[in-house]
Every structure is written in C-alpha cells, then in structure tokens.
C-alpha cells in the first residue's frame, strides 16, 4: 500500500488530469469534512480561477435542470468541457443517487466531457456552501471550461455559493409572484441574467411585464439585466440564453469586475472559514477549558457582564493561538 502522502499527490495529480474518478473522490473528501480534502484544494488551488462559473437559482420546479441540461447541449456542441454542481440543502439524497431522476442529464451521464454531481450534506466546516465552494474549485481544477452550479432560492439566499458565480442567472416562470415580490423588497439580489421559462404558460407575457417593472425600479447605469423567454423542456430560447450569459462575461472582463467580483467573494470567503474556524475553537474552550468556565460563572453571578465576557475571550484567542491554528 502506498504511504498517505503519495496518495493525495497521486489524486491532486490525476484530478488536474481532469481525471473523473479523481474528482469525484476528492470531492467526497471535502464533502466529508476530511483534511485530505483541505489538503487537495490547498494543493491545486493554483491551478483554479479559468473556469466560467455560472450559477442559477429560482423557485422549486421553473426548471432549472432541464435549462442546464440544454445548455450542457449547447456547450458540449462547441466542446467545452462542464461540471455540474446541484446543491439542495432541503434533500437528503447525495452522490447523485437520485440526481439522475431529479436533474434530467441522464443522457450526460456517460459523457466524459460532463461531470455532474448533487451535494446536500453539510461538511461541519462552515456548512454546505463552504463544502459546495471547495467542490467547485475542484471542479475548476480539473480542467473544467464551465461550471453550473444550481441552488433552489426563492427569497433570501440559503446557499451562498451563488455569489461565487461569475453570472447568476435566475430562473422564473409564469406565476413566479414570490420572487417578483422578493426582488422588488430587495431580499433577492438582483441577478445578472433573468430566465422567464415555461414561455408555453399563457401568462409569460403578464410575467415579463412584472420582471420589466421591477428592473425599472433599479440601476440604469452599467449592465442592463436581459430577461430571457425560454422552454428549456423543447429546447427553446437556449440560444439566446447562451449569447447573453456570454455577453455577461465579456462585459464584466472589459468592465475589470469580474476580478473585483471573485476578489469580493474570495474575501467573503476568507471570512466564513475563518468565522466558522474561530466559533469551533471558541465552542471547545467552551466546553473544555475551566478557566471559561470560570468567566461564564462571573457572568452568571451578575459580576462580569456578557460583552466584557466576550472581549475578554477573543483576547486570549489573539494572544494565545492555538498550536497550529
Ligand atoms: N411546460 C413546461 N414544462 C417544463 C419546461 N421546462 C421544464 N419543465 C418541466 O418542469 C418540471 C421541473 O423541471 P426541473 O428542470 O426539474 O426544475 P428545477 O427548477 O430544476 O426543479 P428543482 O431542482 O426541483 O427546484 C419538469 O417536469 C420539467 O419537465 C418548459 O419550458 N415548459
Ligand atoms: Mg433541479
């Protein structure tokens, strides 16, 4: 048996290969939470930022899959390798084990120049989005040209990972009044592409005219937010949809914002692992330190109220790090 160590070289090796088994193993590793995992993002994360992140979000069901399936279609046309990454924090299904009745790409299955994969279990660092962001870099790694990513979202985000996308696209469709109202209140950030899909519904046009009103409402400079007609389930409007998430891209390289965008995310990122890293470790002292447990019976005996409590915790933290940490 080979020692560890040539192990993971071995996998960080094939995975820049562009190596299927290889990727889908380490993204199980980060999956799980393994420091191997850690290990092999630090490793080929050099080698990371070429592929053409887009992400769509929408409501359950405005079908998302079946317009990723399409433009799968579309790039696989032009030989553009793609990796699919469906997030759903609601399911317990993982591995793709049902992935190939949920995301309809079953005919891609056996491609090689498409690797798709489903992710709904929460690494215990920082969560799923940090787990779904690791995955995607991996993805990104070996050699991927696109990367789709796929979260349900109706009001507020509950998976971030889209704002590592470089494009998001939203999906609705006709009847889709709860994501009209979420971006008109602002809980819905306004997105870079806007896909009205189901356009067999009688009431698409009622619904483009709703989407119209509310980016009305918003910026008139810059990037002007194109609402896309589309029924991805005969292959309608992917040409189009395809053009404008491109033109999206092209302008936010000329713009400079796509580096200030992954360089805000990345930022973002920085900080939920270092959050989630510090919340671990101050849990533990928590739990297994006694002198917390002594400044928690100061402040439960009224003596030390809890926000001097607290500095006084982050203290230590900064004076004393952990070995290692
Ligand atoms: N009539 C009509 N049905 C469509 C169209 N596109 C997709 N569908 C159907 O809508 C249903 C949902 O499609 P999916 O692609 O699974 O939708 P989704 O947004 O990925 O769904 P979740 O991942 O469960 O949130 C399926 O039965 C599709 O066949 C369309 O353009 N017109
Ligand atoms: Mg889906």
Do not use: C
């Amino acid at each position: 048996m080979p020692a560890p160590g040539r192990t993971a070289a071995d996998l960080a090796e094939r995975l820049l290969a562009g190596d299927r088994r290889a990727l889908a193993r380490a993204i199980s590793l980060v999956e799980n939470d393994d420091p191997e995992g850690w290990a092999l993002v630090r490793e080929v994360y050099p080698r990371t930022g070429r592929a053409q992140v887009v992400g769509f979000t929408g409501p359950p069901g405005v079908g998302k899959s079946t317009l990723i399936g399409r433009l799968l279609e579309h790039a696989r046309a032009r030989e553009r390798e793609v990796a699919v990454l469906s997030i759903d924090p609601s399911s317990p299904f993982t591995h793709g084990a049902l992935l190939g009745d949920r995301i309809r790409l079953t005919d891609h299955f056996l491609d090689p120049g498409v690797f798709i994969r489903s992710m709904a279990s929460r690494g215990s660092l920082g969560g799923l989005s940090e787990a779904a962001l690791q995955a995607a870099l991996l993805m990104d790694a070996s050699g991927k040209d696109d990367v789709y990513l796929e979260t349900v979202g109706v009001g507020q985000a509950e998976v971030d990972i889209i704002d590592h996308a470089d494009t998001v696209v939203l999906v609705l469709m006709p009847g889709s009044g709860d994501s009209i109202q979420a971006l008109k209140a602002g809980v819905m950030e306004i997105p870079d592409v806007i896909v009205i899909n189901k356009s067999d519904h009688p009431l698409t046009d009622t619904m483009l005219r709703e989407v119209r009103g509310v980016l009305s409402l918003g910026p008139q400079e810059g990037w002007r937010v194109p609402i896309v007609k589309a029924e991805a389930s005969r292959g309608e409007g992917i040409e189009e949809l395809a053009e404008r998430i491109q033109e999206h891209h092209e302008h936010i390289r000329e713009q400079g914002t796509l580096d200030e965008r992954r360089r805000r995310n990345l930022m973002n990122e920085v900080l939920a692992l270092a959050t989630a890293r510090l919340r671990r470790r101050l849990e533990a002292q928590v739990h297994d330190d006694a002198s917390v447990q002594e400044l928690l019976d100061e402040v439960v005996a009224r003596r030390l109220d809890p926000a001097s409590a607290a500095a006084r915790l982050l203290e230590r933290e900064v004076q004393e790090p952990p070995p290692g940490g």
